[in-house]
């Protein structure tokens, strides 16, 4: 500050109107020496032992770089930025600073409006305990979070992160072994009014005794990007996601694997919700269904379920919902209790839309097959419905009042039958078709089609391109009996 004295001294001194660059001048140093930032350290060798005094001392655009090793106590834990935006970050990277809440206490508390420049960077928060977040809660605030890790941490509303009315951004963070206990709501993550959004985040072995084994989303809208689960897991709904309240999160690239639940093993969504889905993938999951859809309207574009093993459904459960299906693939989904059910979708009571959907090798043991129908009318528009493993491809339950409609699609090769039952009018008609597809490698699980497949764009002029994927190859196909096709997906 003493340039900036010496300036507004020689302001005093000397004419107003001679002085103007001498006023900038004055100003610029002042904003200058303002605008500087602190560094502080925290460790055994820095400039104090414990976090919470650290940030205590550090001003708006500050940071404190913490050492590594473990801190846990009164002094480390329960950490509040003040509503002054400053960075926290690990000096020693690779989320060596450890913040242990000894199952007593949480990490951080964002609650004082800090803004998405107060970052937490490199940090393992573990065994923290709270009645809502076990290691984060933020509320009417939006701290950024990279590169952290979440762990064995419990609470009753989001075993790890509470967000409420907030957009946090978590980035390359890992959310592993949480627990939402006694009401039980987000194993991972519990999100209410929040518009946060994850990148490049994974969510393993989270669990929920009632909902959203990963995160449970109450009237939220967040962004989900290139995020991973695996292994989670909900008692009654949303092994991985559940919705409800008119949730309406986006997911990009995200991958569901080996979640269960009592319903909903990957996704749950309910009460007006509209997740919309793109380039998501559900896989290798066991319970009733992967995806369970009721009184909502979600939508998928470019997704995949593949390998999914229910007790009524491999696939999609649809109950009274509008949800839309675009460019999705159903492949080796089964239904294996006997019950009956479909392997790759269940319509009740449910008009869902699929358009340029491919359904492969699905198929339901005992009653059931690929696609099952019940007091429903979904439609299908250039669909294939090809080599179903058990069961026909559609099968309607009797009693009811069932109207699938197809158009410009092509159903072949099913163990139980193509074009029989409830859809058996609507062979030869409105450009439906019986013809081998010819997928490029069937048994290597590439169901892209060759070029002289009569379901490409240039065989179909009337209705360009039949399937949820274009031309792949251009040679002959070897074409596969049903039982070599069945013995693929035993």
Same mark, same amino acid.
């Given at each position: ?26 100003v ?7 605008? #500087? ?7 055994? !060798? ?9 940030? /205590?001392?550090? %001003? ?20 509040s ?21 000894g %199952? ?26 709270e ?10 605030? !939006? ?16 075993g790890? *992160? ?11 963070? #890992?959310?592993? +072994?949480?627990?939402?206990?006694g ?8 999100c ?18 009632h ?5 449970? =989303? ?13 292994? /989670? ?42 997740? $919309?889905?793109m380039?998501? +993938? ?16 979600p ?33 080796? /989904?089964?239904?294996t ?6 392997? $790759? ?17 699905n198929?339901a ?13 979904? !439609? ?27 158009? =410009?699609? /092509?159903?072949?090769?099913? *163990? ?6 409830? @859809? ?26 060759? $070029? !002289?497949?009569? =379901? ?22 070897? $074409?596969?009996?049903?039982?070599? @096709? ?5």
């Amino acid at each position: 500050m003493r340039n900036g004295r010496a300036c507004l001294f020689r302001q005093r001194k000397e004419q107003p109107v001679s002085m103007r660059p001498w006023i900038l001048a004055c100003v610029l140093t002042l904003v200058a020496g303002t605008a #500087t930032a602190t560094t502080i350290t925290v460790g055994p !060798s820095g400039d104090y032992a414990d976090i919470q005094p650290a940030l /205590n001392a550090a %001003g708006e655009g500050d940071t404190v770089l913490v050492m590594s090793g473990t801190y846990s106590g009164e002094d480390n834990t329960n950490l509040s930025f003040g509503g002054v935006n400053k960075v926290l970050r690990s000096a020693g990277g690779g989320r060596s600073a450890i913040i242990d809440g000894g %199952g007593l206490r949480y990490g951080f508390w964002f609650a004082s409006g800090e803004g998405p420049t107060s970052v937490v960077e490199g940090f393992t928060v573990t065994n923290g305990y709270e009645y809502s977040g076990g290691a984060v809660y933020c509320s009417e605030s !939006s701290p950024t979070f990279i590169d952290c890790t979440l762990s064995n941490c419990t609470s009753e509303y989001g075993g790890a *992160a509470y967000l409420w009315t907030c957009s946090a951004a978590f980035t390359n963070c #890992t959310f592993s +072994g949480n627990q939402a206990t006694g009401d039980g709501w987000g194993g991972a993550v519990y999100c209410e009014h929040c518009s946060s959004v994850f990148t490049d985040c994974t969510f393993s072995d989270n669990s929920s005794v009632h909902y959203g084994g990963a995160i449970h =989303c109450y009237d939220a809208d967040p962004t989900l990007i290139g995020c991973a689960f695996t292994g /989670n897991s909900a008692i009654n709904h949303g092994g991985g996601l559940y919705c409800t309240e008119g949730s309406d999160p986006v997911l990009t690239g995200c991958t569901f694997t080996g979640c269960s639940a009592g319903i909903g093993m990957g996704m749950y969504t309910t009460a007006g919700s509209a997740p $919309a889905l793109m380039d998501c +993938g559900f896989y290798d999951s066991t319970g009733p269904n992967v995806v369970y859809c009721e009184y909502g309207a979600p939508t998928f574009t470019d997704c995949t379920f593949m390998d999914n093993t229910g007790d009524y459904c491999g696939g999609a459960y649809v109950y009274e919902s509008v949800s839309e299906f675009t460019r999705c693939v159903f492949s080796g /989904n089964i239904v294996t209790a006997g019950h009956g059910g479909g392997g $790759a979708l269940y319509c009740d009571y449910a008009a869902p839309v699929l358009t340029n959907c491919t359904f492969v090798a699905n198929g339901a043991d005992g009653v059931g097959g690929t696609i099952f129908v019940r007091e429903s009318s979904p !439609s299908f528009t250039n669909c294939i419905v090809a080599h179903g493993v058990s069961g026909p491809a559609v099968d309607c339950d009797e009693g009811y009042t069932n109207d699938p409609a197809f158009d =410009c699609s /092509n159903v072949y090769g099913n *163990a139980g039958g193509d074009w029989v039952g409830c @859809i058996a009018g609507q062979a030869g008609i409105s450009n439906n078709m019986n013809l081998d597809p010819l997928f490029c490698d069937l048994p290597g699980g590439d169901f892209t089609i060759d $070029a !002289s497949s009569p =379901c490409a764009a240039a065989q179909s002029p009337v209705c360009g391109l039949i399937g949820a994927l274009d031309v792949g190859c251009d040679s002959p196909v070897e $074409a596969m009996s049903w039982g070599a @096709i069945k013995s693929l997906y035993r």
